[in-house]
């Protein structure tokens, strides 16, 4: 399968410029699956409560997801991309998928970074997985990544490729990925965003890191954007290297762990651990 | 508190000298914990169960923590080293810690790597961490590492600095310590050892790759030994690094994770996951 990321700066809160600057970006190209940034249309860094409502928009009934559900049916494509996505009350940063027949689904990132706390409710969908024609995708978005089980529960589920939109501001990511694909024999597509946001008068600047990436089974990096361009880029992957867990005639990955030795992996501990 | 690694060539199979080699190496320095290399005693490629049965011991019954005890106890230092275990009919490929009042536990090897399969019983011991008056220390073994869920339980469980006995062959664990260690702010010190066994007519020779490694709780190597050289090496670890999750004013690494939507990290898939 053809699979890649759009890698640019949107500006804050042009919401219509953004979205119109990915749909000519993603019009001009053929691929089968191509990951967007975290947040796209809105921008980031959020000063109020009331600006990330006003923002945020509906899924699927929103216009984002209207103008690239209609896409990815034209293509016959797959495209995931990062959203605000207003719930009644609730706001979520979330990650949409769209396919050949539509809008498929939506997950809600779990592990919220830094002031996004301040403006989401931490997800409630749990980890999802999508079976499609051209290979099973799971989706995690940003500070996902450095949490073991995102990537780790994706390829227990069978995720064979990893979209990963991202607004990556700590350097650490693109040199962390290949461990996450690795001990997961996984793809992972990582799209992030360029760009500086400097909206509160005291606090500091984010500038976002670019370098969005695309990482192989064996901990490969198969391609890494520039840390400041706009750029869409592709490669061919080959998901059959993300379906055999064998690693050596006696080790399979995912046969080899032991979850009657893993409790504590889900335990609550948030009450006498820190 | 100042920890460290002895690394060196175990002779397959010459217990007695590997011993004392070891022995005379960790008398003549002084630290609160030194971890030495996985089955440091017997060697690494057996070639038949008769011949593992024979150079494996009782713990801790055996010469090995007899000799290693007593030295722990005359030093008030801690010792962490690799050892072919004898349990009755069973054998495990274990990991010994000892303290200044003796033999403190053992940890089984969850993770067995390539032919460690045909010789060793899979470890029943789950993972383990001692409260010790100079820090809290879990234990792993070599492949052990290359699951998240070890150092990852490890750290749950309170762990300030991983030992990390280990016959490492594949390249990979070197540059892979660090997202281990930075996921979970925790140490880790990887003691492997070096040169090459070739036991068997008809399979490929094993070179050990040295490497041994101290990793700080920022992913930072802060030393790495000789690919081929014997090396005793010691650092000072500042646990309180370890001790606070604090990744931002926001996020806490471990308070953040989400027990609730983690339920497939210990579902049993070994029936319908390859």
Known sequence: MKAGFYQFGPVFGDT?????KALNALSSEEYDLIVLPELFTTGYQFTSEE????????VPDGPTTASLARLSVEKGCYIVYGIAEKDGE??????????????????????LFFEETLWFSPGNSGFKVWDTEIGRIGIMVCFDWFYPESARILSIMG????????????????????MRCLENSVYAITANRTGTEDRHEDKKALTFIGSSQITGTKGEIIHRASGTNDEIHFEEL???????????QYNNIMKDRRPDLYGKLTDDLNDDNS
């Open 51 to 58: 600006e990330v409502s006003y923002l945020s928009e509906k």
């Open 90 to 111: 609730q706001i979520f940063n979330s990650a949409v998928i769209c396919g050949p027949d539509g809008y498929m689904g939506t997950y809600r990132k779990t592990h």
């Open 238 to 248: 080959d998901l059959e290297l993300a379906r055999s867990k064998d690693f050596n």
């Open 159 to 178: 995720a064979e490729v990893i979209a990963h939109p991202s607004n990556l501001v700590l350097p650490y990511c693109p040199d962390g990925m290949p």
């Open 16 to 20: 219509g410029a953004n979205l119109d």
